[in-house]
Each structure stands twice: as C-alpha cells, then as structure tokens.
C-alpha cells in the first residue's frame, strides 16, 4: 500500500510522524508523479487557499480529483475544505467557524465509527465548521457543538479537527481496517 500525504504546505509532516508510529511508511505528494504511486491520500491541516493555489500551479488538480474519487481519503481540516472545493464533498463549510487562532483547543469528543464508540481529545485550530451536508449519503460520525465534526463517505473520511495531534490512534485504525 503505497500512502501520500499532500506537502505542499501544512501539516504533512504530523500526518507522516504518526503513520510511522503506526508502523505505516508514507510519502510526501509534491508531484503528479508521487501522486500516480499512490493507493491512499492524506490531506493534512493547513492553509486550505493556499493548497489550492499551490495544486493548480503544479497542474495537479485534475489528477488529485480523479484518485479522490477512487481510494481511500483521510481528510483534516484544510484538507476537509479541499474536499469541499475540488466537489468531492458535497458539504457547506464556515472556515474558521469556531474562531481564530486564539480560541483554538482541545476538547473532549464522543466518535461512533460503526460500533466502535470511544471518547477522545481533538484539536481544533480555526476549524472549519460544517454547516450542512447537501448528500444523503454521508455519515456523521462525531459533532461538536451540534455540528458534524467527523464524516464518512464511501472511500472518504474527513474531519474538522487534527486527530494527528492526539495520542489516541483509534480514528486511524479504523480508516486502515476499514481500507485495507
């Protein structure tokens, strides 16, 4: 299983120190060549403007939107708000929706992965929030403050929040179980 995290900015290099503590060798997507290789995508947190503006610099958006489509996608927080602006996600988002840098934190959050429910610590830092799901098709697996803060679709799993800054690795497990 070949696993890619998007480096073109932002929080790629947590999302690759945690697979590695999983045991899971990852590489770095920086080109349409690392991106051919890939079986599994993570789009890490990040500056979501400036992710899109780097992907359609390097002429990757094209490509990126057809292997979303068809294998497994790990998605937190900037990389949720790609989802959403590459229309693989039919979802309305608020950035920044639970405030700036200065009311970012960790709270507690109740996670309901098909049978698996667990407590855990996420990390918001200007999350977006989502304010609503246009597809019946996706299911909320966590919310905070009465919005959905984790979401499941087909081959997708994306979230709010930065579970790569958590001890607890059960968010993970479930999407390699799940994948693999």
């Known amino acids: 299983m070949n696993i890619g995290v998007l480096a073109l900015q932002g929080a790629y290099v947590a ?6 503590e999983l045991g899971f060798d990852s590489c770095l997507l920086k080109t349409k060549q690392d991106l051919e290789k890939c079986d599994v995508i993570f789009l ?8 899109l503006y780097l992907l359609k610099e ?3 958006i094209d490509m990126l939107k ?3 489509k ?4 790990f998605a937190t927080c900037a990389g949720l708000i790609l989802l959403k602006e590459l ?3 039919d979802i309305e988002i608020t950035r920044n929706g639970y405030g700036p840098q200065l009311m970012s934190g960790i709270y507690p959050l109740d996670v309901n992965l ?8 996420a990390f918001f830092i200007r999350a977006p ?12 697996r966590s919310s905070y403050k009465n919005s959905p803060v984790l979401i499941e679709k087909d081959n997708i799993l994306a979230m709010s929040f930065h579970p790569e800054l958590s001890d607890c690795n059960q968010i993970y497990k479930y999407f390699f179980e799940k994948n693999m």
């Open 15 to 20: 999302h690759s120190n945690k697979l590695k």
């Open 44 to 51: 890490p947190g990040g500056e979501s403007t400036t992710m």
């Open 58 to 60: 390097l002429d990757l």
């Open 66 to 68: 057809t292997k979303l």
């Open 70 to 73: 068809t294998i497994p996608v």
């Open 87 to 89: 229309n693989i996600l």
């Open 114 to 121: 098909r049978g698996s429910s667990f407590l855990t610590e």
């Open 129 to 140: 929030i989502i304010t609503g799901l246009r597809d019946g098709s996706i299911e909320v």
